[in-house]
């Protein structure tokens, strides 16, 4: 840490911390995720899964890990600094994202889910806070905490708790059978709110949401209606049965057609009558008129120039990086391309500079929490520019890099494999992965008022830099908000 600078923190959660720090020697802008020193397992168990993913996956879409360290027992996770989240936008933008920005953006998110899925990978917490976006519209899937291996037959998957708004009807009743579907739901959730500005399904409490659910979604299936009525924690409830439309786009009305048709898609009860994220990324939402043909290209070039950037403003002796980072805060929102024209051919250095490491500090005292740590090291250095190439030519199907360790044995290593000396060496390129937090109990009645906890976490969220930004918006946390009030509302309190 004492390497870094710290300019401000931009999250916090059940996890920890992320603060926005800046390398004193590099002046490379970072997102260090500083997870809470817990007795209790939980939160190195969230970090190591995190870390393990990070280590294996590696897309353009997904936040990419730069090193891990650990200081005074607590694990630092230090990634690329991404300029703002999705979350961010729809506070700026209070009544939705503007139709040719939504199809970008929605483009690349379902590329990143369509890539863990491939991977056999599941999320399980998909939500605009989760989402970054660069300055010039690339997003990045991030928080992979909570992300986890499809179950193989016959196995059940251990209790967690996802951002509830988000949340698949057959997690709400733990249907212990669940996949990759539920991150299909979230991203039905999330696109319109994305499109709209108001999340789909905001809710206090579990039965509040399945409520929701039934109101605005569909009728429960019989197999989750048979857990809903054998749940204890539901004993005695009746859900009401409603009649929805059948018709898309009169269920979504303020929802463009073929937006409405793939929203429809995502939000289906049964999980199995869910649309694939391949199906999704082949969605004439997307193909009409010609529109991943076109973005492909744009999309590649925006990749590359951001690569450069970063390099760029790595490279120490290249005058100003300040003004860069000035431009930065100021383009903020603004979403322009970023002419890099100017920047002419790269040197060695700057080359170099992209490398990832991953520096593995000892560990002194930590007890049961860092094996995966430990195998974090030996790793091999992988240029990240050849990772960019690579999946640049393999665009819409790239596949996960595999950091495998090297034979060799390192003599600088202790037993154990770990490196004496922090910073000694033992750097790998990483790939990038994500997962949250939200640990809420469930339990609640339907009259219990939604509140917006959107309002709670801009009064903490200050314009400059460094200040908390709250991420949980599954908190009570302010009286009742209703819908269409939600922008005015913030609006004002913006102003
Ligand atoms: C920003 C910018 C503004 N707010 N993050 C992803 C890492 C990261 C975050 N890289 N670049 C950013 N940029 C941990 C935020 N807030 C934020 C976003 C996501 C806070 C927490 C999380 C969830 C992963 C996590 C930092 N983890």
Known sequence: MEMYETLGKVGEGSYGTVMKCKHKDTGQIVAIKIFYEKPEKSVNKIATREIKFLKQFRHENLVNLIEVFKQKRKIHLVFEFIDHTILDELQHYCHGLESKRLRKYLF?????????????????????????VSQSGITKLCDFGFARTLAGPGDIYTDYVATRWYRAPELVLKDTSYGKPVDIWALGCMIIEMATGNPHLPSSSDLDLLHRIVLKVGNLTPHLQSIFAKSPIFDGVILPQVQHPQNARKK??????????????????DPAERISSHDLLHHEYFTRDGF????????RAKLLQEAKLNSFMKTKDIPKENELMREERKTNFNNTMINNSHFG???????????????????????????ELKKLEYESVHRQ????????????????????????????TNANGMKEDSYAGGCMIMPPINLTNNLMAANSNLNIPYSNPRLGERAKKKQTTGQVISNNRQEDTGPTQGGDD?????NLKRN
């Open 108 to 132: 690349q998110i379902i590329r990143a889910v369509d890539y863990l899925h491939n991977n056999n990978i599941i999320h399980r917490d998909i939500k605009p806070e989760n989402i970054l």
């Open 486 to 490: 939600l922008c005015e509302e913030r």
């Open 345 to 371: 051919k790269e040197t060695e250095k700057e080359k170099k500079s992209k490398d990832i490491r991953i520096r593995v500090f000892k560990i002194k005292g930590g007890k049961g929490d860092t094996s």
């Open 385 to 412: 520019q050849d990772a960019i190439d690579n999946a640049h030519a393999t665009c819409l199907d790239t596949k996960p890099v595999i950091i495998e360790p090297p034979n060799s044995v390192n003599p600088s």
């Open 292 to 299: 991943v043909e076109k973005f492909l290209p744009e999309l």
């Open 252 to 269: 979504y009305p303020k929802l463009n057609g073929l937006l409405a048709d793939m929203v429809h898609a995502c939000l289906q009860i």
